[in-house]
């Protein structure tokens, strides 16, 4: 009788252990109180890229997350940009909205975040913050709801503090406009990521005609098409010529993917993927560079802990290469062409593709470089040394002619005189 009463007694005991703890869990899950938000419970994320003359497709991941060693992330948005988002005014602002109002809390206090945005891969053009960018300080503070009596009811309030920083730690309080707490990411192209083109005409002679225009065919191109479409602006020729007796129109830009026909003549420069835009002017074109497999065409360093990263386009030789490349041809006509390559000694010929020991893409193509990426073309054109002299001593010839003539008349007149 006594086992069975020690054994409902064990099992009595461990009914009232499960129900105490079942009893501490319940309390644990619902700790976290109502929360209502005194203000914007939101954050609104703006991004705008400047310097940029071409849509993108890139992302960029805004991060809120407590400090510490862990970094554990509290809030995620992403803003994308897609093919069809285009420029206005050579710049691209996006949002996003950040919502914090499914965020708990078990106690009163000061929660402190920062607020940082994460750079994804792009398939098109890099981008840096610059070296002043600055950072976001976030404090959510946290109050208890007391009831009549001044006594915590388990429910909250909640406020949404930001703090715009900059080096130095020089901070300052975000306002809300329009009832929004707006943070503004602020990108601007990488002067290291993109170059411009210029194509220079030259004649000389004593047959040349320094009016007379030639025609170059540019295209701009790159390993598996990924800058198909996108627009580069020309500058520095003139907007219609006369060719062949006819008259032609000049383009004003040139697409990636399509060769193109300009015209110049001597003295004249064409400016091909730069642009200026109040006051700032800026390159379009994207690097080409490639890296592994050895030896590469043009490669510049690029720091991509801040970047978003150009796309990947091809294996070239090995490599893995990215970025524009260029080809350029002229039409010279009856004269005599000669080429340079930024400044380099002239050799003869009318395309890149004569020079040798130049790296070439697909054996015609330069790759683009940062900054200026110059090509000079000069066409000679002689004539006859003998027709030059006949006009030369012409003048000279008719006077000794005369001189002459002179002499003989005033002699043949005093013989006349004597025989008289």
Not at 90 to 109: D, E, H, R, V
Not at 151 to 178: H, Q, R, Y
Not at 295 to 319: C, E, M, Q, W
Not at 325 to 338: K, M
Request: net charge negative.
């Amino acid at each position: 009788m006594k086992k069975v009463l020690n054994i409902k007694n064990m099992g009595l005991l461990l009914i009232i252990v499960l129900i105490a703890v079942l009893t501490i869990n319940t309390k644990e899950a619902k700790a976290a109180g109502t929360v209502t938000w005194s203000g914007p419970s939101s954050i609104t994320i703006r991004d705008t890229i400047h310097n940029i003359a071409n849509p993108i497709v890139a992302s960029t991941k805004c991060v809120l997350f407590e400090g510490g060693d862990t970094h554990d992330d509290v809030a995620t948005t992403t803003i994308n940009y897609t093919a069809s988002d285009t420029p206005t005014n050579y710049q691209i602002t996006k949002s996003a909205t950040m919502n914090l109002s499914s965020l708990t809390f078990t106690k009163p206090g000061d929660y402190s975040y920062n607020l940082v945005e994460e750079l994804l891969n792009s398939n098109a053009e890099a981008f840096w913050p610059g070296e002043d960018a600055p950072y976001y300080k976030v404090t959510i503070s946290v109050r208890n709801i007391v009831d009549a009596n001044n006594v915590p009811t388990g429910n909250f309030t909640a406020s949404l503090i930001i703090e715009k920083c900059i080096s130095g730690n020089i901070c300052s309080k975000i306002n809300p406009v329009s009832g929004n707490l707006i943070v503004d990411f602020d990108y601007e192209t990488n002067p290291e990521s993109f170059g411009h083109i210029e194509i220079s005409k030259t004649v000389k002679g004593i047959g040349a005609d320094i009016n007379e225009y030639f025609p170059f065919t540019v295209s701009i191109d790159d390993a598996d098409d990924a800058f198909d479409g996108w627009v580069y602006p020309i500058s520095g020729i003139d907007s219609t010529v006369t060719y062949n007796g006819s008259t032609v129109s000049n383009p004003t830009t040139i697409t990636s993917g399509t060769p193109t026909t300009i015209y110049l003549k001597h003295g004249q420069t064409a400016i091909i993927g730069q642009v200026t835009s109040g006051g700032n002017t800026f390159d379009a074109i994207p690097n080409f560079y490639c890296t592994g497999g050895g030896h590469s065409p043009t490669v510049t360093s690029y720091n991509f802990s801040k970047n978003l990263r150009i796309r990947k386009l091809a294996n070239i030789d090995g490599k893995t290469c990215y970025g524009s490349y260029v080809s350029i041809s002229e039409n010279s006509g009856s004269y005599t062409p000669s080429i340079s390559l930024d400044g380099s000694d002239y050799i003869s010929g009318d395309s890149f593709d004569d020079i040798d020991g130049l790296d070439l893409i697909d054996n015609t193509s330069l790759p683009v470089e940062s900054e200026t990426n110059a090509y000079y073309f000069v066409n000679t054109k002689e004539m006859s040394p003998v027709t030059g002299l006949i006009l030369t001593i012409l003048p000279y010839l008719i006077l000794a002619g005369i001189g002459i003539g002179g002499t003989l008349l005033v002699m043949h007149l005093k013989k006349q005189k004597v025989d008289a």
